[in-house]
């Protein structure tokens, strides 16, 4: 059975599917096969790269190795008299001061010592003094004949036997006064102390150890060079002559293990005159100021040198260097194409690698967009200058993504673009209309250059627009009963 509708209703369906079939078919064409014109279209553009051309110049080859950070002095603090240690006046692991007092030892039999060795020294000095009067009365009466020769010389003799007796007794009463002094044992230098290891009311002898003190300030950094690195300092520094002894040759910066520089730099006051035949080094000390305590005994580091100095040096940076085929390369420009150089590279500098051949100076070498650049490939200089972002803003030509009437008649948003959404305006394409044969907007469909296709194939979202689609409830209304 034949159910008939009305006109409008039977337009707006042949419109929609008009519609339907302009989609379908711009879909084909987009999926279809590419012309030798879309080839040639995707040509890739100019690279945009960074360059840095290399110059010239004399560079400082310098090296890092690793080392360890160790006190300048590190004394061990140990008793000199035997007694029984009394008591402990610091705090294990503070800095104390050269001539602070740590321990006391039981002092009283060592007192006691000293007091009999000044009665020694006062009986020696009684018996001295007998001795000189006797020998005054006995050579005034040799003199006059009054006593025998024999005699004199036994009061001279006991003269000088007293006056040896007495300073005897001066020295045995020295010796004990310096081992009272060692009851106190005092810092031999300022320094860190470390823990103790012998606690309060032990015996200690002559030797016992009770703790350690380490000078922090300065540090020493023991490195080693190996052979040839070595070997090569010593000619450039036997090449420099008179020059080999300043600062800037016996310069050394710490590198701490986060990557960062020390803020004192270190000078090289050792430098071992035979190579270590087990290991094949020679060992080099640097001494730093380490006012702030912040280097630790102990503590790894490494410690960068000057090796040698070389004039008319061509240095690239590290990012500019690759592995070619087989080959180390650096990438120049060259008439706008990129030209891989094979290079061999020597040592490292401050801020690169220095290029034994390769290059002769001049050259544009490319420091950045490597991954993106091929032997040959057009590239395009970044100016050096160049504001970030420049061209970003750039308003598109006309025509893409906006809509033909705008900008023309007061009618509508002007200068609004659709990019990517549906339009809603009346100021449709006059080709859509010619071809669907739609007056009404409402059953228009409007196809934005930039909108994807999958958007076409995604469900309408019932919003505030639905209203534009009334053609379409009425279609929907008649699917089944025929046409």
């Not at 050792?270 to 094949?280: D, L």
């Amino acid at each position: 059975m034949r159910h008939s509708y009305s006109a409008p209703a039977r337009g707006g369906s042949l419109g929609l599917r008009a519609s339907w079939m302009l989609a379908l078919t711009v879909a084909l064409a987009a999926c279809g096969g590419e012309s030798p014109q879309g080839q040639q279209q995707q040509q890739q553009p100019p690279v945009p790269v960074d360059v840095k051309t290399v110059i010239p110049h004399t560079v400082d080859v310098m090296s890092e190795y690793p080392g360890r950070v160790r006190g300048r002095r590190t004394v061990e603090v140990r008793a000199r008299v035997e007694g029984i240690l009394e008591r402990r006046f610091y705090n294990e692991g503070e800095i104390v001061e050269k001539g602070d007092m740590l321990f006391t030892i039981d002092p009283k039999p060592f007192q006691a010592v000293v007091n009999q060795r000044k009665a020694e020294l006062a009986s020696a000095k009684a018996s001295l003094n007998q001795a000189q009067r006797t020998w005054n009365r006995v050579r005034r009466l040799y003199e006059v004949d009054a006593v025998s020769e024999a005699e004199r010389d036994d009061s001279l003799s006991q003269l000088e036997t007293s006056r040896a007796m007495m300073q005897q007794a001066q020295a045995n009463l020295d010796a004990a006064q310096i081992d009272l002094g060692y009851t106190k044992v005092e810092a031999p230098l300022t320094g860190v102390t470390n823990l103790r290891d012998v606690d309060e009311g032990a015996l200690v002898s002559s030797g016992t150890q009770l703790t350690t003190i380490t000078q922090l300030d300065p540090v020493q950094i023991l490195f080693a060079l190996p052979e040839d690195d070595a070997i090569a300092r010593r000619t450039a520094l036997a090449a420099m002559g008179n020059r080999s002894t300043d600062e800037r040759t016996r310069e050394a910066t710490i590198i701490l293990p986060d990557g960062s520089e020390f803020s004192a730099k270190g000078v090289v006051d050792f430098t071992q005159s035979t190579i270590n035949p087990e290991t094949g080094t020679v060992q080099l000390r640097a001494v730093v100021k380490n006012t702030n305590n912040a280097l630790m005994p102990g503590r790894y580091v490494r410690a960068r040198i000057r090796l040698d100095t070389r004039n008319n040096a061509i240095v690239v940076p590290n990012i500019a260097v690759s592995d070619g085929e087989q080959q180390t390369q650096v990438f120049i420009v060259e008439d706008g194409k990129a030209k891989p150089v094979s290079v061999t590279l020597g040592p490292a500098a401050e801020d690169g690698r220095l290029v034994e051949s390769g290059l002769s100076g001049g050259e544009q070498v490319i420091v950045s967009g490597l991954g993106q650049v091929k032997p040959g490939a057009s590239v395009k200089v970044k100016p050096e200058d160049a504001p970030n972002g420049a061209g970003a803003n750039q308003s598109q030509p006309k025509g893409q993504g906006e809509s033909p009437g705008q900008g023309q008649s007061g009618e509508g948003d002007s200068g609004k673009q659709t990019t990517g959404e549906s339009a809603s305006s009346d100021d449709d394409d006059a080709a859509s209309d010619a071809l669907a044969g739609i007056d009404n907007p409402s059953l228009r469909l409007r196809l934005s250059p930039r909108e994807p296709l999958q958007k076409m194939q995604q469900p309408r979202l019932r919003t505030s627009a639905h209203g534009h689609y009334a053609a379409d409830n009425a279609y929907a209304a008649n699917v089944g009963r025929g046409s």
